[in-house]
């Protein structure tokens, strides 16, 4: 068939590869792509907001199935789009319905449905520029740190954590003030969990599921997990202490719980559920949804799916995931990934890019970048590119995606030089 993948990311690059190994896959396209994708398929300039273009480009071009990789279309409606329009009804898309996809639209509803279904997250209260008031006292009964998360999407920016009341009085202020726009019009309060975050995955038809990989991002810009939040400068697959008794507290308390509660609602989902986790003592309590693959997760997750996703992906759009079962490569995958000096405040686009010279067992996915008229590789935004090595232990799988890392160069270029190193010291530990 033929097979039209949305987004421009890493996350995208990493699916692309596993699409096009597929034998169910004749002829995919990129919208819009980046250099890494055009390897792998063909990039076409189409804006996901604009679905009647993206409908035109699907009907011209025979395309039976869509894969959504951002928040963004699926938020906006683009499956209930697919879905109300007779000529296109046949077309799977991977990804949830506007309704499904409320789970990471909003944070107050997501909270919602966790407290609805019984699923463990930290207590909470939603508040606006008319509960103003309200808000301080509630983080006045708060201990620190103070969590501050924007209601709506603000593009992996707007949750901050505060230890000091002030500071988190005048970001109250400043977010139900317009500081992330539309997105934190209403802001959700929580209390802080301390532990130790990670992801895990879910591929769901709205009845049945399957359990991917678990994974752990790193998401601020220094070493040592300092400075500001970026969308991500690396991740591990498997996170080391998600073991078989962990996991299984995951599925029963969490995964089960969240599909059965989208089934009793009557909520269609056809996508991925990504979890976003706190390990408290040994206990799994949700942070948030997202209502599709993580970015830099997927770098590491992806490499390590044996089976043929576009299979996978057929399930998932006919409801009938309980009739195939998950491959998945017991390795370790690290990923490193090399950001635009700057980043993620101003930074420069257009730098040259040396790639060096491929390793084994290291793929090179590309998150930000092109080429011009002349076929050089360029830098085109703040995360460039990102290496992912597979190796039968973590130390191994860092060395290999860092020595691959350091061979791929442009002016500016940064990387955190401490991926991964926070579960060495738990293996060792």
């Known amino acids: 068939?033929?097979?039209?993948?949305?987004?421009?990311?890493?996350?995208?690059?990493?699916?692309?590869?596993?699409?096009a190994q597929s034998s169910r896959c004749e002829k995919l396209y990129i919208a819009p792509g980046n250099a890494g994708t055009a390897a792998v398929g063909q990039n076409v300039a189409l804006d996901s907001s604009d679905f009647e273009a993206v409908a035109r480009f699907v009907l011209d071009h025979r395309i039976e199935m869509v894969v959504v990789g951002p928040e963004a279309p699926l938020v906006a409606g683009i499956a209930d789009y697919f879905a109300g329009q007779s000529?296109?009804?046949?077309?799977?898309?991977i990804g949830p319905a506007r309704h499904g996809a409320m789970l990471e639209g909003s944070k107050d509803y997501a909270k919602a449905f966790m407290t609805r279904h019984?699923?463990?997250t930290a207590q909470y209260r939603t508040f606006t520029a008319e509960t103003l008031a309200e808000g301080e006292r509630f983080l006045e009964s708060l201990q620190p740190p103070y969590v501050l998360k924007a209601d709506g999407l603000a593009a992996g920016k707007g949750v901050l954590i505060e230890s000091d009341l002030a500071t988190a009085k005048a970001d109250l202020h400043e977010m139900l003030g317009g500081k992330f726009g539309q997105a934190s019009a209403s802001v959700v309060i929580e209390e802080y969990l301390s532990g130790i975050e990670l992801s895990?995955?879910?591929?769901?038809?709205?009845?049945?599921?399957?359990?991917?990989?678990?994974?752990?991002?790193?998401?601020?810009?220094?070493?040592?997990?300092?400075?500001?939040?970026?969308?991500?400068?690396?991740?591990i697959s498997p996170v080391p202490f998600a073991d078989k008794?962990?996991?299984?507290?995951?599925?029963?308390?969490?995964?089960?719980?969240?599909?059965?509660?989208l089934r009793e609602e009557k909520i269609p989902y056809h996508g991925f559920i990504f979890v976003g986790l706190m390990c408290c003592d040994g206990d799994p309590y949700v942070i948030e949804y997202n209502v599709r693959m993580g970015d830099p997760e997927t770098e590491s997750v992806f490499p390590?799916?044996?089976?043929?996703?576009?299979?996978?992906?057929?399930?998932?759009?006919?409801?009938?995931?309980?009739?195939?079962?998950?491959?998945?490569?017991?390795?370790?995958?690290?990923c490193v990934m090399m950001v635009a000096g700057g980043y993620p405040g101003n930074y420069e686009k257009g730098k040259p890019i040396d790639l060096g010279t491929d390793a084994p067992?290291?793929?090179?996915?590309?998150?930000?970048?092109?080429?011009?008229?002349?076929?050089?590789?360029?830098t085109n935004g703040g995360r460039?590119?990102?290496?992912?090595?597979?190796?039968?232990?973590?130390?191994?799988?860092l060395l290999k995606s860092y020595n691959r890392a350091a061979d791929i160069n442009w002016d500016g270029k940064y990387n955190r030089r401490d991926i991964g190193q926070d579960l060495l010291k738990l293996l060792v530990g």
Request: aromatic letters at 4%; proline letters at 3%.
């Open 200 to 235: 895990v995955f879910v591929l769901t038809d709205g009845q049945h599921y399957l359990l991917l990989p678990s994974a752990k991002d790193y998401k601020r810009i220094g070493e040592g997990d300092t400075g500001l939040n970026t969308g991500g400068m690396g991740s």
């Open 87 to 93: 000529s296109l009804s046949h077309v799977m898309v």
């Open 118 to 120: 019984k699923i463990p």
């Open 384 to 397: 460039v590119i990102c290496t992912t090595a597979l190796a039968t232990s973590l130390p191994e799988a």
């Open 361 to 378: 067992d290291v793929q090179v996915f590309h998150c930000g970048t092109k080429t011009d008229a002349d076929g050089r590789l360029l």
């Open 245 to 261: 008794e962990f996991m299984k507290k995951v599925e029963d308390r969490i995964v089960k719980p969240t599909v059965r509660g």
């Open 304 to 334: 390590r799916i044996k089976s043929d996703v576009v299979e996978l992906f057929e399930h998932c759009a006919h409801g009938t995931l309980d009739q195939c079962s998950l491959s998945i490569d017991s390795r370790t995958a690290a």
């Open 1 to 19: 068939m033929n097979i039209l993948l949305i987004g421009s990311g890493g996350r995208e690059h990493a699916i692309a590869v596993k699409i």
